[in-house]
């Protein structure tokens, strides 16, 4: 996720030291306001951090007959220069740089055809909401948002102004993931259930989240919103169900300065660049030393504040590492969820329950840091294992369906079906919009309320007018179920 907002100071106070005016004219931009190549879409992108830039390439490079970046949006400037300089390197047309307080400004000068939101969580709803008020359509990286009351503003302003908002669940479009969508449709394991779901993150990619925004939920809302919400939107969508009731439980034990200590550390310390304890520390990270994170974030410093590199032990972290969630959807099924930041091992295991037998998978991801030239949600080799389980018979393996990159193989395939101009039909119905967008956001959102509360939530008290999202047909209750054999 990118780091429109990625500061220490309130981005309002921010925004008002930033000569708005002066920051789009000094970094400008090489095409006229307002105008365009004929036959091409015309995009915005609001937040130019490390996620945004699957999206930069996208437009720089990747669609170009049938797309165009105009116009980038963002607190720091350096960040917008970087992502300038990136337009550069690849031959593409300069997008205008607009500072936080010119969005407006830049959607009246460029009338986008879109808008892509990749800014910290908290600020997904309010540049989503102003861009369908000025007549675009938006694309907007998970979650959507990261409370019901955010969703639920979103909702309304989608059925105010008629716009569309499409949610980027590239984990939808990855092969492996997709052939469990295939198997589950063809009825291999009958009408489903139950679900266990467990995901583990390592002591790379898991310790991240503590170094960075996420860290506090006052951006990040917590795991079981900005990382989980690519899980719930898997099993609602290979379920083809929407969640009604949710209960949780949730602890920070690992990333804790106790835990600092109990591994030999004085305590915790501001960050890794100034550590006094950095030689001892595994979790050192050196932003000097990797030429992406320096360029990125700790040569931008100056402008925001903003520290990549934060202390993973500090008192000041307000997330949990460690997640429990049962989740009951409308179609009867119950999920057990699991999400812990700190495993020997990245991937996931989960298994359904079905009334002909278990559909089980197993994927092992390689070690991923955002920022750095590792992969993102990379699969290792033959690290898929898909595994059938007939309630009396032999088991059944499957070669698992090839995906290349990030998230699996699945960034390609959704870049072809957010920018083609007419992406082949899709019998899988992997495209999500705000519907799905909602029902994954708020499992995270009722769990939170576990949290506080201790009580199960109902996800209709605390959403409003949400609609099931558009799903493919799946074995149901009351297909015929075949009597097992009396040996095997």
Known sequence: MAHFDEISVDRRTFVKTVSAAGLSLALGGTEALGQSKPGRKRYAIVGTGVRSQMYQDALYYGYTDHAELVAICDTNPGRLKLAQERAKRNKAPIPQAYAAADFDTMIAAHRPDQVIVTTVDCFHHEYIIRAMQAGCDVITEKPMTNTSERCQEILDAIEQTGRKCRVTFNYRYSPPRTQIKDLLMSGIAGDILSVDFHWLLNTHHGADYFRRWH???????????????HHFDLVNWWLSAAPTEVYATGKREFYTPVMAKRMGLAGAHDRCLTCPEKDKCGFYLDLASNPALKELYLDNEKYDNYHRDQCVWSPEIDIQDTMNVLVKYDNHVTMAYSLNAFNAWEGYTIAFNGTK??????????????????????????????????????????????????????????????????????????????????ASLLIGAAANRCFATGKPVKISEIIRGLESPDYPAMPTHEDRVPMPGKSG
């Open 215 to 229: 860290r506090q939920k006052k951006f990040s809302e917590g795991l079981l919103l900005h990382k989980a919400t």
């Open 357 to 438: 037998g278990r559909l089980e998978q197993t994927a092992v991801e390689n070690i991923y840091v955002s920022g750095t030239a590792t992969t993102q949600g990379a699969i290792k080799p033959k690290g898929i294992t898909t595994t059938f389980i007939p309630i009396r018979g032999p088991a059944q393996n499957f070669e698992a369906w090839a995906g290349e990159g990030p998230h699996g193989g699945g960034d390609r395939v959704m870049l072809d079906d957010l920018f083609l101009p007419n992406p082949p039909k899709d019998k899988y119905q992997r495209a999500a919009d705000q519907r799905a967008g909602a």
